[in-house]
């Protein structure tokens, strides 16, 4: 037990680290969306790339803060029906959905690397290369693996009644 409370600190840590540095885009975001929108509106001359800096910004910060999103439980769960299950059963229900959303993740995982490594394109205006952005992918999702399978450890325990 002490060696999974380790395990799910060590992921705990690098799920917020990965959600600081997306919280850490959030407000240059911003300030480009409204400078963009200043300088088209009063100034008849927006920001050139705007647009795909904006894309690559809200990648970051929703793939790396998918896995603390899962950490602290924010992510949408519809439980009108589940919640008048026994507690066993509603364990039983969350790892059989944990399990399917580990092998998805998995696979996005697998994928997210694959296209990664073999991505050569570049953005059109900017020419930003795409390549790092399609690792985070692989990133994002490998932390929010690691998030759903400590709740899988979590409900497999509640399940066998040692939780």
């Known amino acids: 037990m002490q060696t999974l409370d380790k395990f799910r600190q060590m992921v705990n840590r690098a799920s917020y680290g990965a959600c600081f540095i997306g919280m850490f885009l959030a407000i240059p975001l911003m300030l480009l969306t409204v400078g963009d929108v200043m300088g088209r509106s009063f100034f008849n001359k927006p920001i050139p790339g705007t647009f795909e800096l904006s894309e690559y910004m809200l990648a970051v910060i929703v793939l790396l803060g998918a896995a603390y999103t899962q950490q602290v439980k924010g992510h949408v769960g519809v439980d009108f029906l589940t919640s008048r299950y026994s507690s066993r059963t509603q364990a039983v229900l969350q790892a059989v959905t944990t399990f399917a959303g580990l092998v998805i993740i998995a696979i996005m995982v697998w994928q ?52």
Not at 127 to 151: C, H, M
């Open 112 to 163: 997210g690397y694959l296209e990664g490594i073999h991505e050569k394109a570049v953005s059109d205006q900017l020419r930003v290369p795409q390549w790092p952005f399609k690792l985070l992918v692989a990133v994002g999702g490998l932390l929010l693996w690691l998030e759903l399978l400590l709740d899988f450890i979590s409900s497999v325990l509640k399940i066998a009644g040692r939780q």
